[in-house]
């Protein structure tokens, strides 16, 4: 049985993150973007790290950050993963993953195929591609999914997740139309932004367990 791996993002509390892991999620994100109601310090994100290390990785997710703010992040929050979420390049990945040794996620909003053919650049430079919703005011945490038919034949050549817009009502179909390895929530499992919400994150879990049972 094919098991899809499961990340749900920005989260603030340690009820949440207890949630995600009896639900059994494999990660957990944290959002270091001010302009995002997930957003938390990085002193916050530290604590939260530290309180899910060992049972749940911890995705740190940054915006266009300067080096030396990159760099503190890193040093403070010690994640398993950093997901760059903004126009970051593949050099300045290389340059990450060099320094950091952490595995690096890249966030791309997916607009058409000719978005999908440019993601190829990150070979060699991000361990995963995060095919996302595209940017509205927020780069991610948008909640609004995008035409899933064009990953059904998409040849990748990079680990991948699906983002965007996904809920445990529509992850199945999801699943069903991209076969993605990992599928990745933050809107779908609130009450509010921002807020997330202990059922729905189980709810989320266990549609995606079913799909991976049916086979
Ligand atoms: O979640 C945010 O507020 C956010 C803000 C800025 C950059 C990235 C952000 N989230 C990144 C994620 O990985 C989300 O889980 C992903 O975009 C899917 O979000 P949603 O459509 O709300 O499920």
Redesign the pocket.
């Known amino acids: 049985m094919t098991k899809t791996q499961i990340?749900i993002?920005?989260l603030s509390t340690e009820a949440a993150i207890d949630a995600a892991i009896d639900a059994g999620a494999d990660y957990i994100?944290l959002?270091h973007?001010p302009k995002?109601?997930?957003h938390v310090s990085l002193e916050r994100a530290a604590e939260l790290r530290t309180y899910a290390a060992q049972r749940v990785k911890t995705v740190l997710?940054l915006?266009n950050a300067d080096p030396k703010s990159t760099g503190k992040a890193i040093g403070d929050v010690k994640p398993d993963v950093i997901?760059f979420?903004g126009s970051e390049t593949p050099d300045w990945l290389k340059l990450v993953a060099d320094n950091s040794g952490l595995e690096i996620w890249k966030?791309l909003g997916v607009k058409d195929k000719p978005t999908l053919a440019k993601s190829a650049r990150y070979v060699g430079a991000a361990d995963r591609l995060?095919f996302?919703?595209p940017a509205k005011a927020?780069?991610?945490?948008?909640?609004?999914s995008f035409d899933w038919s064009l990953l059904a034949d998409h040849d990748h050549k990079l680990d991948w997740g699906l983002?965007?817009?996904?809920d445990p009502d529509n992850v199945a179909d999801a699943l069903h139309a991209t076969h993605a390895p990992l599928v990745?929530?933050?809107?779908?499992v609130e009450s509010a932004p921002g807020v997330k919400q202990v059922d729905r994150i189980a709810a989320f879990c266990q549609a995606v367990r079913e799909f991976d049972e049916a086979g």
């Open positions: 990340k993002c920005g994100g959002v973007f995002s109601p997930r997710l915006v997901q979420h966030a995060l996302d919703a927020l780069p991610g945490g948008t909640g609004t983002a965007g817009g996904l990745d929530v933050s809107s779908g």
